[in-house]
């Protein structure tokens, strides 16, 4: 099957720790994003990145880290820095960063810092 | 910078009363995407809308385009239970999507 996977699906941070969150596509896709998603709000871009070993900050990347190392592949990582990381993460690609590209997406991670 | 705004934030309607939501932007876009979330999901693509003034038709989904490519609406006839989630659009900017807050629809019971 093709698509996008995330994995957990559910996490639990303690303050303080750096978790990295997963994000995997088959779709032979080039560009790749990760948005934050708050309750009962719009989806806010963490990073995008078109091309491997290349990507840009979003509009919220302070506290956030990503690489891409493969073309298959986008972790992010949720710093201690991060002030509020209590939310949904959704990771989407398309398959350039044209202006007509549709995004799919994954199936999300809910990270919750106790 | 550019925004946005999508309105209403939720929308309470009887099963088989129709259903609309409104996005405005404050700078010209080139495109308009739209999504839908069910409670839990991930957004899923509906349809993507390029030209002025252009009005697309899924079964019991209308899609409008305004003249000026600022605004865009979704109007769903009828509702369904099937219809329940929450509906984004995303406009096209200078580089990525810029997303609305969403509306959500609630079938009451």
Request: charged share 20%.
């Amino acid at each position: 099957d093709g698509g996008i996977t995330q994995s957990p699906k559910y996490l639990f941070r303690k303050e303080g720790q750096n978790v990295t969150l997963s994000c995997e596509q088959n779709l032979n896709h080039d560009a790749m994003y990760w948005y934050r998603q708050d309750p009962g709000q719009g989806l806010r871009l963490i990073y995008y990145s078109q091309i491997v070993n290349d990507f840009q900050k979003g509009d919220i990347a302070e506290g956030y880290s990503v690489s891409r190392e493969k073309k298959e592949s986008f972790p992010l990582t949720v710093t201690s820095a991060q002030k509020n990381p209590t939310a949904f993460y959704l990771c989407a690609s398309s398959i350039s960063g044209s202006t007509t590209d549709t995004q799919y997406f994954g199936p999300g991670t809910r990270l919750t810092v106790l | 910078g550019q925004q946005v705004m999508q309105i209403p934030q939720y929308q309470h309607v009887q099963e088989g009363e129709d259903f609309t939501t409104y996005c405005n932007s404050s700078t010209t876009l080139s495109n308009i995407q739209w999504y839908k979330q069910r409670p839990g999901g991930h957004p899923v693509f509906l349809i993507q809308l390029v030209k002025s003034g252009e009005v697309k038709k899924q079964k019991r989904l209308t899609f409008q385009f305004g003249e000026a490519k600022k605004n865009s609406s979704l109007h769903i006839t009828a509702t369904q239970t099937t219809d329940v989630g929450t509906y984004f659009c995303a406009g096209r900017g200078n580089y990525q999507l810029i997303w609305g807050a969403g509306t959500k629809l609630i079938i009451k019971p």
